[in-house]
């Protein structure tokens, strides 16, 4: 049975034929996930073409388009369209337990403000030990003068900075 097959037969109307307008995008409606776009044909305006399978889901995958971009609706039955393609999107929208990208050999993605945290720990510790080292003086003891003079301590005392969390995020990609 065809993907055309198996959408007629969930919409149970097995009389309409599927086709698809191509649109341009007018508004996006993110709470109900669907979008106004207006038919490049000339027709009038489609007022809630599906961004997923169901009307009003906060959860699962949604692709937003961009709105003046191109989109191409595709209709299950006269009623009812949907988004199959679109030339620019506004954001991917992914809500679920398990995102694996590339077969996921690279492990999990960073907790950027956790590594932030931890790497600023490490470095106010390496701070602080190189402010000891650099002030820290001997004092040596002998009988009459001493062969070698007393290191004074070094005035250029160099820190590690604190990393940020905008040294190790990309913004474009969150979870």
Known sequence: MSIGELIK????????EMYSVVCEVISVN??????VARPLNGNADIQSARLQASLGLDSGFVC??????????????????????????????????????NEGGNNGLVKV????DKINRLENKLNDLITKYN?????ASSFGAPTTPTPTPSQEVIIAPLTTQN????TKIKH
């Open 167 to 170: 040294d190790l995020e990309n």
């Open 135 to 139: 002030v820290h003086t001997h004092v």
């Open 9 to 16: 037969e969930i919409v149970k109307d097995n009389n309409a």
């Open 113 to 116: 403000s956790e590594l932030t």
């Open 64 to 101: 937003v388009p961009k709105i003046g971009s191109s989109v191409i609706i595709t209709f299950m039955n006269q009623f009812t369209g949907f988004v199959s393609l679109c030339s620019e999107i506004d954001y991917i929208k992914i809500d679920t337990d398990e995102l694996i990208f």
């Open 30 to 35: 993110e709470t109900d996930r669907a979008i």
